[in-house]
């Protein structure tokens, strides 16, 4: 009898399967483009998947990755390059989390690729009993490769479920209720110093309301923090109808009639409700911020990534993030003691919250490193924000006593969404740049 522990990827691999293995290498390897360019055409020829792969750099970069990924799957293995392959798949599985590539399509991948072996194999001239053993293995082999993957997939979108939610739960209500306020106040101004106007500055109305601060911030920043999904979507309703009767009244220029006006001033009435009434659900909530720098905790960046990534991959405009490291904060704990530290931290991050918009997100990444997110926000931007905080850290007397203040200085790495499904790819790029600016002699941005 076979026991079921033989199945588990660890112990496929023995001295029978790497002889088969070793036969099959020369015989699939070749073919391997073409099983790829298959995968493609298929699946690009459904909408549903298509949404996933059609981008032009993705797919330069997939199929080199998949090519790879199966050379390697279909290849002997010593005992430790079978781990080394466990865990590669593993980290495929983690990467489809991330990106939120629907584990269906990539089982239909499989399944696609793993027709086109079959074929191979069995057009090939090996003896029918090596066929047959060469079949199975291969089934074998990606079966529990795609077990491995499936596996470590689902224990991602677990951990990012849990942690959406903790967000959304673990909101201050205080801050919350706070920024709401402001976001309120903004669309009150836009308010006042457009429909009083109107219709001599007409053109006040050419710019999409959805683009204003207070429009980006409901676009991006409200979905993970709303308590209710039918407020929100009453919120968003209420968003495009401003944005329409906008629309509006432009193309009408000083043919509008104070009938239209009333109906954009009472829609945004009605939007200025919803967001009151989403402060006030929010009163009993707890903080989630960092205790010293009140930046958000590092562990509540990988949904806000992934909801970036998400709209600019369905042809929203490209966001950005900036990595911050304070220069020589080690040496400032060294000379003045870490109640120092925490102070030059502290009103370091105060700078940077000041300095970035409502819509963006300031994250504390790690001791005196810092992340900011800015949804629709191109290089250049972002390149003038990172400089404007630059200078501004710079020129800030940091006060870490009584009657003492120092100057400190920051690091900045850029780097913009440029279609890569995978937003580790952006951290990693900043980090990169961060990397580069601290090269270049610190106290300067890179991207």
Aim: one cysteine or more.
């Amino acid at each position: 009898m076979v026991s079921v522990s033989s199945y588990y990827y660890g112990n496929i691999f023995d001295t029978d399967a790497n002889n088969i293995l070793k036969e099959l290498s020369p015989i699939i390897e070749p073919n391997i483009p073409s099983y790829i360019e298959k995968f493609y055409t298929v699946l690009l020829s459904d909408q549903a998947s298509a949404q996933f792969l059609d981008n032009h750099l993705v797919e330069i970069r997939l199929k080199k990755q998949l090519g790879q990924w199966l050379k390697k799957t279909l290849a002997p293995k010593r005992e430790d390059q079978v781990q080394d392959s466990l865990r590669s798949h593993l980290k495929v599985g983690e990467v489809h989390s991330r990106v939120e590539i629907p584990m269906p399509l990539v089982d239909a991948g499989m399944t696609i690729i793993k027709e086109g072996i079959i074929h191979t194999v069995l057009s090939s001239n090996l003896a029918v009993p090596q066929t047959i053993d060469s079949v199975i293995l291969v089934n074998k082999i990606l079966d529990a490769a795609m077990s491995l993957i499936n596996e470590s997939y689902l224990r991602g979108k677990v951990a990012h479920e849990r942690t959406s939610q903790e967000f959304i739960t673990a909101s201050s209500a205080q801050e919350l209720a706070l920024e709401i306020e402001r976001i309120k106040s903004s669309i009150y101004q836009w308010m006042t110093s457009n429909l009083i106007a109107f219709p001599k500055e007409s053109e006040s109305f050419s710019e999409s309301i959805k683009q204003k601060d207070f429009g980006l911030w409901i676009k991006h920043k409200l979905p993970l923090i709303v308590s209710s999904s039918k407020r929100l979507e009453k919120i968003n309703v209420a968003l495009d109808s401003s944005d329409q009767h906008r629309e509006n009244l432009h193309a009408q220029g000083s043919n509008a009639s104070s009938e239209d006006l009333n109906a954009l001033k009472q829609i945004l009435q009605e939007l200025i409700w919803h967001l009151t009434e989403e402060a006030n659900c929010n009163l009993a909530k707890e903080s989630k911020q960092d205790a010293l720098t009140t930046l958000l905790e590092r562990r509540f960046l990988d949904p806000i990534l992934q909801q970036e990534t998400q709209m600019a991959i369905n042809g929203g405009p490209p966001y950005s993030i900036m990595m911050i490291d304070l220069d020589h904060f080690k040496r400032v704990n060294d000379l003045y003691g870490h109640q120092a530290g925490d102070a030059v931290l502290r009103q370091c991050c105060r700078l940077i919250k000041e300095n970035i918009r409502l819509t963006d997100y300031a994250f504390r990444y790690g001791g005196e490193e810092m992340l900011i997110v800015a949804p629709e926000m191109d290089i250049q931007e972002t390149m003038k924000l990172a400089e404007r905080m630059r200078k501004t850290i710079h020129d800030t007397s940091i006060t870490i006593a009584e009657s003492r203040s120092i100057n400190v200085t920051a690091s900045f790495g850029i780097a913009s969404f440029s279609g890569h499904p995978d937003y580790q790819n952006l951290i990693n790029e900043a980090d990169s740049n961060l990397y580069a600016a601290k090269q270049a002699g610190r106290n300067c941005v890179r991207g």
